[in-house]
């Protein structure tokens, strides 16, 4: 049955996840992927779900607006205007839409997300 409100219990310790392979774009280690969707809209807006990565560095570019709740690990993500994010448990950052950078995930971290 399709829940008229799309959830997932334990998002910040379930181990049903899915692969979603090698993070692309590297430019140190191999970033591995793993994941479980929450919902899928029409043509995938809104997204959302649980996102497992493990360390590495890679270049980024955000296509739609993302909100991300950090629950687990650490990262640092750079902008390439230069910013710096530092995110880790308990952090919430809203990427908007077309931001470019890289990703240094230092621990492997966990979030959920709602791409908009």
Not at 2 to 17: C, G, N
Not at 73 to 83: C, F, I, L, N
Request: with cysteine; aromatic share 6%; hydrophobic share 35%.
């Amino acid at each position: 049955m399709t829940s008229s409100a799309p959830h997932l219990h334990q998002a910040s310790t379930r181990t049903d996840l899915v692969d979603w392979g090698v993070q692309p774009d590297a430019l140190e280690g191999a970033s591995h992927s793993t994941g479980k969707l929450v919902h899928k809209g029409p043509n995938n807006q809104p997204e959302s779900g649980i996102w497992v990565c493990t360390p590495g560095r890679w270049r980024l570019s955000i296509p739609r607006d993302e909100l991300c709740h950090f629950v687990a690990g650490r990262a640092t993500y750079r902008s390439d205007v230069g910013e710096v994010i530092e995110v880790s448990t308990g952090t919430v950052v809203m990427f908007p839409a077309g931001w470019t950078g890289e990703c240094t995930v230092h621990e492997s971290m966990r979030n959920v997300y709602m791409l908009a």
